[in-house]
């Protein structure tokens, strides 16, 4: 089925240890995202990538690192993870930043950080 | 900045009752509105969208009008399921930003 495909859907952490996010979507979209939702905070942007090769910063960045492999591809790495990132983690792609036909999102990634 | 505002929940409600969540947003130019459903364990799907003033999008039952005179896409339903429980999120693109906004989102909780 066309979409986004998230990888893995669960996770856990030892505080400290490093891990990278997967994001792939096969709809040839341009801009790619990647949300972290909490409860009671709604979603809250990380990362990013308007067109393949350009990646910007969301609302928190800090902690993270993304990389926009190519134009299908688009992960999110924690370099050193930390109980304060236990949340679910969401990528989502658009035709293009304007996203006037919305947004698709994979089914997310549950990460527990201990 | 672009910003959604939607009421808080949860909302509850009976099978059959009428369902309203109200949305209102702040927007450069004319940003594209749309609604969101999150069944629990699920990504977000989208519901409907409304891109221009006056337009109403509509899908499974639930309508949203663009009112641009009163900054608003309330989302409505005429008679909810118990299917239908999830949280709903509004939100808004507005052109020459790539970054969507989106509200805190609303559960909605139907009882049998």
């Known amino acids: 089925n066309a979409g986004v495909t998230q990888t893995p859907k669960f996770q856990v952490l030892k505080t400290g240890q490093s891990m990278t996010l997967q994001c792939a979507q096969d709809m040839n979209h341009n801009s790619m995202y990647w949300y972290r939702q909490d409860p009671g905070m709604g979603l809250r942007l990380i990362y990013y990538s308007a067109s393949e090769g350009t990646t910007d910063k969301g609302e928190v960045p800090n902690g993270y690192n993304v990389s926009r492999l190519n134009k299908r591809e688009f992960s999110l790495r924690l370099e050193s993870a930390a109980p304060s990132q236990t949340s679910v983690y969401f990528c989502a792609s658009s035709e293009n930043g304007q996203g006037a036909h919305g947004y698709t999102f994979g089914s997310g990634t549950r990460l527990t950080v201990v | 900045g672009n910003s959604v505002t939607q009421m808080e929940g949860p909302v509850t409600l009976s099978e059959e009752a009428f369902l309203t969540i109200n949305c209102t947003y702040t927007?450069?130019?004319?940003?594209?509105l749309f609604w969101y459903v999150q069944y629990p364990g699920e990504g977000l799907q989208l519901l409907l969208k409304a891109t221009k003033a006056d337009d109403k999008g509509s899908n499974k039952g639930f309508e949203a009008t663009y009112r641009k005179e009163t900054t608003s896409f309330h989302l409505e339903k005429g008679s909810v399921q118990v299917s239908d429980s999830a949280v709903y999120f509004c939100a808004l693109a507005s052109g020459g930003s790539y970054i969507p906004t989106f509200g805190r989102g609303t559960s909605l909780i139907v009882h049998p």
């Open positions: 927007a450069t130019g004319y940003p594209s």
